[in-house]
């Protein structure tokens, strides 16, 4: 799973959510439906480029509200 924006680390996206942007989430290829609330792991860069960095994260309505 990945976060809408192609963050290239995960200080990013930790900062994104701690500024309170709405940081949305997206399963790519339609094989299986994104996540709407509940923790889940999401990866970055976004494919192709090789994945650097991986993040558990709780969801509520589709939305990153807190990241570790």
């Known amino acids: ?3 809408d924006r ?3 680390t995960k200080k990013q ?3 994104a959510v701690a500024n309170g942007e709405r940081v949305t989430v997206h399963q790519p290829g339609g094989m299986f439906p994104s996540q709407r609330d ?3 792991t999401i990866e970055g860069p976004h494919y192709p ?3 650097k ?3 558990q994260v709780t969801i509520k309505d589709g939305v990153i509200i807190k990241i570790k």
């Open 13 to 15: 996206v930790k900062q």
């Open 38 to 40: 509940g923790i889940a």
């Open 6 to 8: 192609n963050y290239k």
């Open 53 to 55: 960095w991986y993040a």
């Open 1 to 3: 799973m990945y976060t």
């Open 49 to 51: 480029q090789p994945h």
